[in-house]
Structures are given as C-alpha cells and as structure tokens.
C-alpha cells in the first residue's frame, strides 16, 4: 500500500502533496510522486516541487519515489492506479469559476471516473496552511457520515495533532423552524449526537481531541461558510460523491460551492468505487 | 508556523516568489488555481420569483380554489353575483401576497457597502517591474508595493516597511493607526502580526513591499464579508406569531369547510352547492385583511419612531424591538457622551478640586475640597501648562483635535485660559511607547517647559513639586507614593488620569510636578433612568466594551446597570460556546476589553438560550453581528456605511435611550396587534354564524360571500389600523417582553373575539335580520323569498349589525385591560378619521346605487335601523365589564 501524490510544479500541489506526505506518514505508507509529462507543466518547476516534497519526507524517514508517466493525465494515472496497489491519491484542484462540461480539469475529471483509490482533492487557498495545522472541521449533513470518511479525518487530525471538530448541520424550511422551540431543536440535535456517539467513543481510543457541533440552518452552505469565516480552522474535509462529469446538470453540488467560496484549505474526500 | 513567523526568504521561497515578483507564466498559471481576488456580493434575489411563490402558500391556494369555484358557479348559474365574488377573492389573493412580499423583501447592500471598501486598482511588482494592476488579477505570491492612501487589495506579509501605518479599523474597529514593520513576528493571531497587511485596510503614511499570502474569501476581510453575506438570521417573533396565526385559522377553516361540505352532501343540496357553501365558510373564516393591517400598522409605527431618532429599515424589527429581551449596547457614544470632561484636579499642595459642567461646554465652577491660600494660583498655573501643551481647538460648536486634550482646553477655558502667553517653538511628540509629551514655550524671553502624561511617567522625570505655600519641595519616595496613591483612587472611579509637570529649558529633564487631571466620558444624563426601565420591563443590559473592565464597571456602577460578572475578551476566547450559553442563561455579563468580532459569539450564544437580542455597533467588522442579533442597531452620527446597511435599525443620536424608547414603541405595536387580531377575529364569528344558521334553520341566506369580503377587506380595514396606531398601554414596560409569555394568538384571544364579543356580534347580526324579516311580514319556514328586495334589505341588516357592532368594539378594545373611558375620545385622531370614513361607507352601503349592486345591499327605511342600536351599546359596556373584572382579579392575585 502507498500514498500518491499528483505533482504539476504548481505550488498547490506541492500543498496537496504536503497534506499527503502527513497521511502517509501517520500510516506508515511511502509515498508515491507521480506527474505525468504534457506541454502544460514545466518539468523543472515539477522536478523542483519533488526535490522539496522528498526534503520534506526526509525529516520523517519517509520513503518517496517519484514516478513519471505518459499520455493523457487522467487516463494514465487511471491505469497506474489499476496496475498498482494503492490507497488514495492526493491531488489539488483549482478554483472552478462556472460549472464546465468539457475541458475539465485533472482533479475534475478523476471525481468522476471510478478509481480503485480513494480520492483526495485538496483546494488551496492558504499556502502555509500546512505548516500548522491546529484545527480541522468536517461538516456533515445531519447524523451522514461513514466510517471511511471519518477515518480519513480521523488520520488527518492525528498526523497534524490537530483537534477535530465534527459539524453536523441540519437543513430545515423557514416554516418547520418557525415551529421548533428551544425543546424541540434540543430534541433534534439530541437525537444526532446520539447517532454519532460511537464516533465519539473512536476518536477517544484513538487519542484525538474531537467536538461535535450542531447547527439548524435554511441553506446548509451558507451555514458552513459563515462557521468557517466566525472559527480559527486550518482545514476543512468534506466528504465528496463520484458523479460521472455530466450528470450534475441540474446544478452545483454542494462541494464545488463549498470550494468555490472556502477561506481554508478543504480537502474533498471522494471514497474508491464506481461512479454513480 | 503561521505565514507571518516565517523569515523573508523561507517567505517567499514557500510562496515559489521572489522579490522581484512572479513571471507573467506563473501568473496566469496562479490565476487559474486560485481564482480571481473578487469578494462574491450577495447572491442576486429573484424578485418576481419571490413575489409569485406568495401566491403558492397555503393560504393563498385556499383562496384561490375558491375563487375558480366562485367563477365555475357563474358558469352554471350566471348573474347571481358569483363572477364578482370570484374577482373580489383574487383581489384579496393579490393584495395579501404583495403585503407580504413588501414586508419581506428588502435589498440587502450590506454587502454592497463591504465591497467599496476594496481598492479597484493595485501597485504590483512583476519580473521586476512595478506597474498598476486590476486588483482581482492578484494572486499569491505577488509583491504588492504600498504607498501613503493606497487601500490594500490582499492579506500579506511585508517584506519591507517604512514608517508604515495601516488603518486596521475595517477589521478591527480600531481607528487609531497601526505602527507595521517587516520583521517576522511571534503572534498567535494574524491581526496582532505587525508585519501583516490586510485587505479592505488603507495605508495611512509610509510606504511597504509586502508578498500576498490570501487572496478573496481567504483574507481576513473576505472572511467578514462571508459572515456578512452568509448569516442566516432567525425568524422574528412576529414572522413566526404570523406564521402560528396563518396555520391555526387556516386548520378552523377547513375542518369548517370540510364538515359543512359532508352535512351538505348529506342534505340533499347537490355537490356544487354543498362545495360553494364549504368554500363561503371558509372565506367567513380566513381573516383576508390581516396581513395587509399588519404591514400598514408596522409602517406607521417605523414612521413615529422615526420621530423619536430611530430609523427602521426593516418592517418586521418594529415588533422584533418589542420581543426584545436582552440590549447588548456598546460604551463609547451609546451609554455615554463620547465627550471626554475633567471632573477632578489633585495639586501637588493636597488641595482637591471638583469641577462641575458637561462636555466640551464652558459653564462649570472649580469648588476647592479644602480652603487654600495659593491653590487658586496653583491651579491657573496647572491649567495653563496642561493647555498649552494641547494642540485641540474648541471655537464654539466646532471641535477639532483629541478628545482627553478637548476635555483640558474646556476645562481652561472654564478659567478664562483662551491662549498661550509665549510662542511655541519645539515639541516632544506623543507616542505609545512614550505615554508623555512635552511643549517648549518661550515666555518673556525665558525658555519653559510643559509637559502632561501618564502619572507613572512623569513620577519617574520630575524632580520637585509644589506645595500648598506654592513653594518648591523635592519630589522624594513618599510623595511619589502618595501621588500615585491619588492616581490610583481616581482610576479606581474609571477616570482616565494625567499628569501635569513644568520645567525649564528645552528637555524633559528635572520636572516639578503640578498635579493630577481626572478624566472621564461621562454617561449619558438619561441613560441611568432608561436602564431603570429596562429592568422593570424584564430587559437584560449588557455592556460590550473595549475598555478594561475597571472602567466598564465604573460606568456600570453610575448609571446602575446590574451584572453578575465581567469577562474580558482574552477569558471569552478561553469559554467554550456550550459554556457559554450556560453563563448567559444564568447571568448578566459585563464584557470588557472585547473585539468586535466577538459580538458576534455573544449574540449567537444568548439567541441559543432563547434570547431576542438587540446588539448595537459601529465599526465594519460589527456588521456579521448586527445581521446575526435579532435587531442590529447602528450608530447614526459614528456607525459606518457597513454597519448602517447591515442593521435594522439605525439610532440617528446613538443614543441608549433611544433604543429603549423604540423598545416601548415596538411593544406598543405587538399589543395593538394583538388588539387587531382580537378586533378581526370578532367579525368572522357574525360572517360564519349565518351560514351555520341557515344550514340547519329554514330561513334565506342572511349573508353574501362578497358581503364578507366587504367586512374583512373594507369595513375593518381602517378602524384595525387605527387601532394599531394607538399610544402605549399605561404599564407597557411594567410587562415582560412581547412574546416571550404573551403570544399575539393566545386563548385569551380566542376567548374575547369568538366567544365574547364575537357572540355579541353575530346575536346583532341574526337579530337585526330575523327582526327585520320578521316586522316585513316574513314566516319561519319560507326559504326562497318571493320579493328579492326585501332579502336584499334583510341582507343588509346582517350586514350593518356586524359593522355597527365593530364601530364599537373598536372603541372598548383601544385598550387591552384598561377603561376605554380612561384613554381621551380624541387621543387617537387616525380612529376619529376612521370612524367619519365607515359612516360614509354605511351611508354608501344603505343610499349609492352601484355600491348596493356590487355588494347586494339595498336601501333600509330609517325607521327599521332602530333595531341594530342596542348591540353595540350592549358590546361596548359588556367588554369594558370584562376588562374592569380582570383588571380586579389581577389587583387581587399581586396583592
């Protein structure tokens, strides 16, 4: 098993690596440097980023190597996943200004193939976020959460000694919430907490400070957004579904409007399988 | 490590830059990655969508099912009348849905106004050149060159600094400015980096080289926009009371309609008929004027607060302020004056001296604690050498200059010190670090210095003082203790202190110490009586201040707002929001030595607890937490455009006692509603009961639909919005907050319109129909009248029994527990107005041919009319009867 990071010389991936290089180090996994050569990436700023990437694993006795392919990005990559044995792959992913159906990008077009990885795509927007990452939030929909996608946060927040926060936000119209009062909304949230206690009890045999945090809101973006903008987090992990490129025509998902308008960096947790 | 701990070359190395700037290659490659430097604004309202989603709700359906149903009827059985009943309905269908829509849209430039504060254009440096770019071509990694005026386009570490200071106010709410330099630093938080720069701040002198570290939503500023723009406020009392009223009437309504269509089935009248006589209940039902009441009514009210220096810009706040429970007010300029005054001199002889007076204005005397030969003297001369070491000027009504200096130029100029005797030629300047300064003067050709300061400061340079024989002693240990003994009990009553030395020559060497100044920004001469009020009317107080909680607990202690404990900004930070809440639902705070982006927790928290908040500010970075409070209230004279357009109501004299008095005005409209919603209620009982009767008793149809619709949308229109412009109840602020235990639709309610007065109405109702048949030579049992005028006049009995018996309900419900005879006949001239109107429109109703034929009334000899006086005297004595009774009860149960 390893850990592959997509290198393009770009200074996010070399963040995206970063965030991978602590997964992997916290798992006790190599890691894999993987760039795959085309007219668009300058081979010296890729080769640059590795160097700076293998520096950086050297201060944790971390075994690196570097693999460079060929042919079209996506599908290279593809293939390499399918010929070898990995676990995920950390790549970053660029501010998507309007929803596009072709020439998407790297990150985009692996979001929406099946892979036998899982996939982390990491939009950056603090450079040195990684230098010190102290707080890190998963905001979730009510009690949805799976155990990968937890563990996943789980292994971010011990590689960093980061506290976690879970923030469960519950969606509800202007009329249902004009009918809950204060016993009703405990209720609610009472009900949640329940569900998500065995989470709790994890993240305690496995020594990590972690809180839940509810929220009852009329748009749960706008709740995530204003939570980020009012807390000190350093990172936000969001738990993505693989949709095949065009099957979102009805409108943005949440993530791509979470990443959109992010004032930290977010990594968008896509787990291994087939497309839906 | 954070970005602003690292040295310059890992800065920039982290960043793949270099001080020459980014290739024009790494640029657009950057542009792609990051996205441009653009704070998304609001997202854009789909107005007319807003509008037609009205005409979906729940209740507008009902309405609009019954008005097909009216138009199918005029299919089948043209010329009954049923056309105009279905266009009638739609009316009401379209008013409601505009009022609502008037009152609950409004454009939010909230964000509008953040926007304005980012630069358009940027100096940045690209393979070496230095040229002006569009700000959202930023990317990280720039090299940004700053210069004196320029407002800052990115968050970024500087790289080199020249006596550079930043106006941090946007972020902070600080407007002195910040002193920033290029040297790493060792802060926790970005804000207290000083070799950091900040979008949406402006250079105010120096110039700097600074590599962008965020750009956009990532900034600090572009974080309070994101709280700006994303607060999801909670609904208001009164939008959720409506809410509450709308479901409940509706349910009556068609459980009516639903059980009254199966009887109809079940008697034979056909499916069409039983389904019209449903529907027409169901309209006798819904109160089709009552949002439109609502809405005029909380317009007038947001029109008279205007008067009394509160500006509201949102309708619904009118009756938030109302609900009201907790005021979380700012100190400066709210609770008090934002007028620095001297109260108080110590000179070094023992002589204590109050001073008496207000603000900046000249009347006020300096009374002597102790008699003193040479303290007179001593004091000019004290006076003089504070005065002229202050550059503030006061010229009448104009002030320019720091307000501790305005306070000492008022207070010389008390003493007829106007202008300096010498000439000024040197000053040692005023710095933080310093906390002193110093003027040279040349005064008869001898070079004398003055100099004013922290009291520890000057203690340390003063070599001397003058005693009570105005002769000069040394200044030794025991005196230094004794002064700073003074010091200390003047800043233990929240002065601020300086003080007063004078020397010779030209440095601030061997002082002789004159004394010490008391200081304070007094509160307000109304606040305390406004605080008192607020506590009677079951209103929390909480101050949220910069200052140390010395001072806070001071200003509390004079103007006699209560608190169980003090919390200083640093101890917030420590208190888990759970923690939190748990201290605000138990306790009254007093925060002190706050930032302003903590109100904004403050507020969430106290709203968790069930609180309705009123949070008041100023500065940019209050706006996510006047958007989050209940009522965000912003400071008319100081507030900026930010907090202004992210409020909902702006104090024009930022003043404390403003806000209570809109509290007593929003109360005032919460309880006039629910008089309203008593007074609407009342007539749907005389508009269904005839329906009822005429199921089960053989007798004609007492009453048309349209006939209802004339009640609900025309004759109780005007006197419901009289009513919702009436004065306050005598013990308004004696209750506690609208809402919190009094909702607008409660039994009480129910219980006065529909069993009480409502009976009432529909007795006068029947009565005046069955009488005026009955005298028109009618029998029980006849159905189907053979003159179709006679009905229409027995109608209009129906008709005019209602309304009369409304003209005086509205009177007996002016007030909700008080006589009417107690409140003055011309006290509410807008119900006199209203009164002069429904005569006409009775008169209209009985005499105007095509008023008669829309609304199926006909003309009633005077000498039939007779027959509806005695209801309304009935109802009107009945109800006062009611209101003496529960007035005795409550007398009975707070002895």
């Known amino acids: 098993m390893n850990v592959i990071a997509a290198i393009n010389g770009q200074v996010t991936s070399e963040v995206a690596a970063l965030y991978g290089l602590h997964f992997a180090r916290i798992h006790e996994w190599p890691l894999t440097l993987l760039h795959v050569a085309n007219p668009d990436d300058s081979i010296e700023a890729v080769e640059k980023s590795m160097e700076n990437i293998e520096k950086a694993a050297a201060v944790y006795d971390l075994n690196c190597e570097r693999v460079i392919l060929e042919g079209s990005p996506a599908d290279a990559v593809k293939n390499y996943l399918f010929k070898n044995r990995s676990e995920i792959l950390f790549c970053s992913t660029r501010f998507r200004q309007r929803r596009k159906f072709f020439n998407l990008s790297f990150s985009e077009k692996l979001a929406g193939i099946s892979l036998p990885v899982d996939l982390a795509e990491v939009r950056v927007v603090h450079v040195h976020s990684t230098l010190s990452t102290e707080r890190i939030v998963m905001p979730i929909k009510e009690d949805r959460m799976s155990v990968e996608k937890f563990t996943f946060f789980a292994s971010m927040g011990r590689a960093y000694n980061a506290s976690g926060e879970i923030y469960s936000v519950t969606v509800t119209s202007k009329k249902k919430r004009a009918g809950l009062d204060l016993g009703d909304t405990r209720r609610i949230l009472q009900k949640i907490d329940d569900r998500l206690s065995h989470y709790e009890q994890l993240a305690k045999l496995m020594d990590i400070p972690l809180r839940f945090k509810h929220a009852i809101a009329l748009n749960e973006i706008h709740q995530v957004l204003h939570h980020l903008s009012h807390n000190d987090f350093h990172l936000m992990i969001v738990g993505g579904a693989r949709l095949y490129n065009y099957g979102a025509l009805a409108g943005k998902k949440p993530i791509e409007r979470l990443q959109r308008c992010t004032p930290v960096n977010t990594i968008a947790f896509y787990l291994r399988g087939k497309t839906r | 490590m954070k970005v602003f701990m690292q040295d310059k070359t890992d800065l920039l190395q982290s960043l793949k830059s270099s001080e020459k700037g980014l290739h024009t290659s790494q640029v657009s490659r950057r542009q792609q990655e990051f996205g441009p430097n653009v704070l998304e604004g609001a997202e854009k309202k789909n107005y007319l969508l807003s509008y037609f989603k009205e005409y979906v709700q729940f209740f507008a359906v009902l309405l609009e099912v019954a008005a097909a149903l ?299 604690e102790q008699e003193s030969k040479t303290g007179e003297a001593r004091l000019v001369e004290m006076l003089q050498a504070a005065f002229y070491n202050c550059k503030a000027v006061i010229d009448g009504a104009n002030l320019r200059g720091d307000p501790t200096e305005l306070a000492i130029v008022a207070a010389a100029h008390k003493k007829g010190i106007r202008e300096a005797s010498g000439k000024k030629f040197r000053e040692h300047v005023f710095t933080s670090e310093r906390k002193m300064m110093s003027s040279v003067y040349e005064i008869d050709g001898e070079t004398r210095l003055f100099s004013k300061g922290a009291a520890e400061v000057l203690l340390e340079i003063c070599t001397s003082y003058l005693d009570s024989d105005n002769k000069t002693q040394p200044l030794d240990d025991a005196f230094r203790e004794k002064v700073s003994r003074q010091a200390e009990v003047f800043e233990n009553e929240a002065y601020r202190v300086l003080a007063v030395a004078m020397g010779e020559g030209e440095s601030e060497e061997d002082l002789t110490l004159l004394g010490l100044v008391a200081i304070m920004d007094l509160p307000r001469a109304e606040v305390p009586k406004a605080v008192e009020l607020c506590k009677r009317a079951g209103i929390r107080t909480m101050m949220i201040t910069g200052d140390n909680a010395h001072t806070a607990a001071a200003i509390a202690k004079k103007i006699g707002m209560a608190y169980d404990n003090i919390i200083n900004g640093d101890e917030l930070e420590e208190i888990s929001d759970d923690k939190l809440e748990t201290i605000l639902a138990q306790e009254d705070i007093l925060f002190a030595r706050m930032a302003s982006n903590q ?297």
């Open chain 2, 599 to 895: 109100k904004l927790r403050i507020a969430t928290a106290l709203q968790n607890t069930g609180e309705v908040v009123a949070m008041t500010g100023d500065g940019v970075n209050d706006a996510p937490a006047l958007k989050k409070s209940d009522i965000g209230i912003a400071m008319g004279k100081s507030g900026t455009e930010v907090a202004k357009e992210a409020a909902d109501m702006i104090l024009l004299d930022d003043n404390f006692s403003t806000i209570v008095a809109a509290i007593e005005e929003g109360r005032t409209v919460y309880f006039n509603i629910k008089k309203f919603v008593t007074y609407i209620l009342s007539s749907n009982v005389p508009e269904i009961v005839p329906y009822i009767l005429q199921f089960f008793l053989k007798i004609p149809l007492p009453l048309s639909v349209i006939q209802i619709l004339s009640i609900d949308l025309g004759s109780d229109m005007l006197p419901g919005l009289a009513l919702g412009s009436e004065k306050p109840e005598k013990n308004i602020m004696n209750r506690p907050p609208a809402g919190s235990q009094e909702k607008i639709l409660d039994w009480e309610v129910f219980k006065r319109g529909y069993f009480f007065v409502g009976v009432i109405e529909a007795a006068a109702a029947m009565g005046a129909f069955i009488s005026f048949l009955l005298l028109h030579g009618w029998q029980y049992g006849t159905i189907e009248l053979a003159d179709p005028y006679l009905h229409r006049q027995a109608m209009t009995m129906t008709l005019l029994g209602a309304i009369s018996c409304q003209l005086m309900n509205v009177w007996t419900m002016r007030s909700w527990e008080f006589s009417a005879f107690s409140l003055g006949l011309f006290s509410n001239p807008l119900l006199i107005g209203a009164m002069v109107i429904e005569l006409a429109w009775i008169w209209m109703l009985l005499y105007v041919e095509p008023v008669q034929n829309i609304f199926n009334t006909a003309t009633v000899p005077l000498q039939d009319l007779w027959i509806l006086v005695p209801f309304p005297i009935l109802l009107f004595f009945s109800h006062e009867f009611y209101k003496w009774r529960k007035r005795r009860k409550l007398l009975r149960v707070t002895a």
């Open chain 2, 70 to 368: 009216s138009f199918i009827a005029d299919r089948f059985a043209p010329g009954q009348g049923n056309d105009i009943l279905g266009y009638a309905i739609l009316g009401a269908v379209i008013i409601n849905a505009t009022f609502t829509f008037w009152q609950e849209y409004r454009a939010d430039k909230a964000m509008e106004a953040l926007l304005k504060l980012m630069p358009t254009l940027v100096n940045v440096r690209r393979d070496s050149k230095t040229s002006a770019i569009d700000s959202k071509e930023l990317v990280p990694g720039d090299i940004m060159v700053l210069d004196e005026g320029d407002k800052v386009a990115a968050d970024g570490v500087l790289l080199d600094a020249t006596s550079l200071y930043l106006n941090l106010s946007s972020l902070n709410g600080e407007s002195a400015p910040a002193s920033r330099n290029s040297e790493p630093s060792s802060q926790k938080n970005p804000l207290a980096a000083k070799n950091m720069v900040f979008a949406g701040t402006t250079i105010v002198s120096g110039s700097g080289v600074a590599v962008v570290s965020a750009i956009s939503h990532a900034t600090e500023f572009g974080k309070i926009a994101s709280l700006t723009k994303n607060v999801q406020k909670s609904l208001t009392p009164m939008q959720r009371e409506i809410i509450r009223i709308t479901r409940i009437l509706t349910i009556i309504a068609l459980i009516m309609g639903l059980v009254f269509f199966v009887l109809g089935l079940f008697s034979a009248k056909g499916a069409l008929m039983a389904s019209i006589f449903a529907l027409s209940l169901i309209v006798a039902n819904v109160p089709e004027g009552l949002l439109p009441t609502i809405t005029l009514s909380l317009s007038l009210a947001s029109q008279r607060m205007a008067k009394r220096n509160a500006l509201i810009k949102n309708l619904d706040s009118v009756e938030t302020l109302g609900s009201a429970s907790v005021i979380c007010t700012d100190k400066t300029g709210t609770l008090t004056r934002n007028e620095m005054t001297m109260r108080a001199i110590w000179l070094t002889g023992g002589e204590l001296i109050n001073i008496s007076g207000e603000g900046y204005l000249e009347p006020g005397e300096f009374s002597f």
